[in-house]
């Protein structure tokens, strides 16, 4: 829950003018706007937190991650 937060803070500018931009426009309702865009869109979304995580887990001990599954 807090990832998924903390994601929101930091993508807040890029999902508002988004937002303003495609989705209060019309864009998205006519096909205006194109698959691949949001296809890169969604991938970053993903791949972000992603990447995060592989980094914070290689520079970290892994004790939060072994607490977190009872091992």
């Known amino acids: 829950m807090a990832a998924s937060a903390g994601l929101h803070t930091l993508f807040v500018v890029p999902e508002l003018h988004f937002y303003r931009t495609v989705i209060s426009t019309g864009r998205w309702k006519t096909g205006e706007v ?14 972000v937190p992603l990447l995060f995580g592989l ?12 607490a977190v599954v009872g091992w």
């Not at 194109?34 to 791949?47: D, E, K, M, P, R």
């Open 34 to 47: 194109s698959g691949w865009l949001l296809q890169a869109l969604t991938f970053g979304y993903l791949l």
């Open 55 to 66: 980094l914070s887990e290689r520079l970290g001990d892994g004790v939060g991650d072994r």
